[in-house]
């Protein structure tokens, strides 16, 4: 694995809601096989840098790269780059009128044209890694939340995204169910999937990350190795950050 | 009740019924065309063409169907415009139908959240490719009700188009009425040649509106 190619480069983004400023001049680089975990407040902007590596928003400066080429919003080679981002929301964003297997295999059918037999396969291989073979017929409504995210994590991986993206997977699941979903973005770290991960879990991010980046009022904070961030964080913000999610009396 | 008279003049019922069922349906047809072109303007908030529209959707919803016809057959000839009682039928048929169908196609559209619109998109679907196999299947189960709805109403306000001379059942029953005051008889008909025509399409709505809730979870 050579660490040195960049899979996602971000260079002096600003990204406006009006006249909020919500990235404010960020540059952000990730290597291939890295897993970088973004934490911060909530309203820091850490979503809004996701949607804005997809192309969902439009940004007001600065350049997002996929392997040198630019991520544009609205433009036509946006559906070139998106092919090879993956990204899984907060929501449980399956699509309700269709089978698991449906939900997973569209777009492998669709947008790449690849066989049906071989999308087919794929699919049973991705879902049996996540536990879920025996609902490959089964609808979104007759699942629990935490194995619609995992079949989202399939859906993505299905297209062999060159970088997942993943926005607060767990942030609306019963807390019994953040385990199952986290143990699988686990293994795709471990097995060497670049991702850039948005998430609320403190102990997971840890575990997970070979780099936490700590974003508050749109600019990164602090970056470092996990064990260094969560356990001697240099800036103040961080500290005071990170006090939060402990609890004495 | 006169069953000679019923045996008599029901063939001159069931060549109105054919009359109201296929300008009924023409208008119908075109109303729906109207309607999602309508809805898709305003979907995709196309400039101009959305103010057209927003106009025209409020002309045709806030006027009678029988204020439209009589503008259609009374008051175009005086522009040098004469329509036949049938076109009359079909365009205002279609006018009145096309604002309800958009409103109805729209809501349907609108259903289906941002969120379902963005993973679509984030898996490199292309805009015809959302529509098509996201946005269209989960919009109909929304809209399908409205549309049969509409339908339904579309097709009873065919009963004004006597007032354009156009011999519908309306037209025929009212003939009748004048001629041998066989006013029970006459009614009788009327109102079940209106149920022969509406009530099989009632029945085909509420078997495709079960089908599509099943499918919609």
Same mark, same amino acid.
């Given at each position: 694995?050579?660490?040195?190619?960049?899979?996602?480069?971000?260079?002096? &983004?600003?990204?406006? *809601? +009006?006249?909020?400023?919500?990235?404010?001049?960020?540059?952000?680089?990730?290597?291939?096989?890295? %897993?970088?975990? &973004?934490? +911060?407040?909530? +309203?820091? !902007?850490?979503?809004?840098?996701?949607?804005?590596?997809?192309?969902?928003?439009?940004?007001?400066?600065?350049?997002?790269?996929?392997?040198?080429?630019? %991520?544009?919003?609205?433009?036509?080679?946006?559906?070139?780059?998106?092919?090879?981002?993956?990204?899984?929301?907060?929501?449980?964003?399956? *699509?309700?009128?269709?089978?698991?297997?449906?939900?997973?295999?569209?777009?492998?059918?669709?947008?790449?044209?690849?066989?049906?037999?071989?999308?087919?396969?794929?699919?049973?291989?991705?879902?049996?890694?996540?536990? &879920?073979?025996?609902?490959?017929?089964?609808?979104?409504?007759?699942?629990?939340? !935490?194995?619609?995210?995992?079949?989202?994590?399939?859906?993505?991986?299905?297209?062999?995204?060159?970088?997942?993206?993943?926005?607060?997977?767990?942030?609306?699941?019963?807390?019994?169910?953040?385990?199952?979903?986290?143990?699988?973005?686990? +293994? &795709?770290?471990?097995?060497?999937?670049?991702?850039?991960? %948005?998430?609320?879990?403190?102990? *997971?991010?840890?575990?997970?990350?070979?780099? %936490?980046?700590?974003?508050?009022? !749109?600019?990164?904070?602090?970056?470092?190795?996990?064990?260094?961030?969560?356990?001697?964080?240099?800036?103040?913000?961080?500290?005071? *950050?990170?006090?939060?999610?402990?609890?004495?009396? | 009740?006169?069953?000679?008279?019923?045996?008599?003049?029901?063939?001159?019922?069931?060549?109105?019924?054919?009359?109201?069922?296929?300008?009924?349906?023409?208008?119908?047809?075109?109303?729906?065309?109207?309607?999602?072109?309508?809805?898709?303007?305003?979907?995709?908030?196309?400039?101009?063409?959305? =103010?057209?529209?927003?106009?025209?959707?409020?002309?045709?919803?806030?006027?009678?169907?029988?204020?439209? $016809?009589?503008?259609?057959?009374?008051?175009?000839?005086?522009?040098?415009? $004469?329509?036949?009682?049938?076109?009359?039928?079909?365009?205002?048929?279609?006018?009145?139908?096309?604002?309800?169908?958009? #409103?109805?196609?729209?809501?349907?559209?609108?259903?289906?959240?941002?969120? =379902? $619109? #963005?993973?679509?998109?984030?898996?490199?679907?292309?805009?015809? =490719?959302?529509?098509?196999?996201?946005?269209?299947? =989960?919009?109909? /189960?929304?809209?399908?009700?409205? $549309?049969?709805?509409?339908?339904?109403?579309?097709?009873?306000?065919? /009963?004004?188009?006597?007032?354009?001379?156009?011999?519908?059942?309306?037209?025929?029953?009212?003939?009748?009425?004048?001629?041998?005051?066989?006013?029970?008889?006459?009614?009788?008909?009327?109102?079940?040649?209106?149920?022969?025509?509406?009530?099989?399409? /009632?029945?085909?709505?509420?078997?495709?509106?079960?089908?599509?809730?099943?499918?919609?979870?």
């Amino acid at each position: 694995m050579n660490m040195a190619e960049h899979i996602i480069d971000i260079n002096h &983004l600003v990204k406006r *809601f +009006g006249d909020n400023i919500i990235l404010n001049d960020l540059s952000l680089s990730v290597s291939k096989g890295e %897993v970088v975990v &973004l934490i +911060g407040p909530s +309203g820091c !902007g850490k979503s809004t840098l996701l949607r804005c590596l997809n192309g969902l928003e439009p940004i007001q400066g600065g350049t997002v790269m996929l392997h040198g080429e630019p %991520v544009e919003h609205g433009k036509a080679s946006l559906y070139n780059i998106r092919q090879k981002i993956g990204m899984v929301f907060q929501s449980y964003d399956l *699509f309700p009128h269709m089978t698991v297997l449906k939900n997973i295999t569209l777009s492998p059918l669709k947008v790449q044209n690849r066989s049906r037999e071989e999308v087919t396969e794929n699919a049973m291989a991705l879902l049996k890694r996540v536990g &879920l073979e025996d609902k490959a017929n089964s609808y979104p409504s007759e699942l629990s939340g !935490g194995q619609k995210q995992r079949v989202a994590i399939v859906r993505s991986l299905i297209m062999n995204p060159d970088i997942m993206l993943l926005d607060e997977i767990t942030a609306a699941l019963d807390p019994e169910m953040v385990h199952e979903v986290l143990n699988v973005v686990l +293994g &795709l770290a471990n097995s060497g999937t670049t991702m850039m991960i %948005v998430t609320h879990e403190m102990a *997971f991010a840890e575990a997970v990350a070979d780099r %936490v980046v700590f974003l508050d009022g !749109g600019v990164i904070v602090e970056e470092g190795a996990p064990k260094e961030f969560f356990h001697d964080p240099k800036t103040e913000r961080a500290q005071r *950050f990170l006090k939060t999610f402990t609890y004495s009396r | 009740m006169d069953w000679s008279f019923i045996q008599k003049f029901a063939p001159m019922y069931v060549e109105a019924a054919v009359l109201t069922v296929t300008i009924g349906v023409i208008g119908i047809l075109l109303a729906v065309v109207i309607g999602l072109v309508c809805a898709l303007v305003k979907y995709y908030r196309i400039p101009v063409a959305r =103010q057209i529209v927003a106009v025209y959707i409020e002309l045709s919803r806030n006027t009678p169907l029988i204020v439209q $016809l009589f503008f259609l057959y009374f008051g175009l000839p005086k522009a040098g415009i $004469l329509l036949s009682s049938e076109a009359c039928g079909i365009i205002g048929l279609a006018f009145l139908g096309g604002s309800y169908m958009a #409103e109805s196609f729209l809501s349907g559209l609108r259903s289906v959240g941002k969120v =379902q $619109l #963005e993973s679509a998109e984030s898996l490199g679907l292309r805009r015809g =490719q959302v529509m098509r196999y996201i946005v269209i299947p =989960q919009a109909a /189960s929304v809209s399908v009700p409205a $549309l049969a709805a509409n339908v339904i109403f579309l097709l009873k306000e065919t /009963s004004v188009f006597s007032a354009v001379s156009l011999a519908d059942l309306m037209y025929v029953a009212k003939d009748l009425i004048g001629m041998y005051y066989n006013t029970g008889e006459a009614l009788t008909m009327l109102v079940a040649a209106y149920l022969v025509i509406i009530l099989p399409i /009632s029945i085909v709505f509420s078997v495709l509106e079960r089908r599509m809730r099943r499918a919609g979870n």
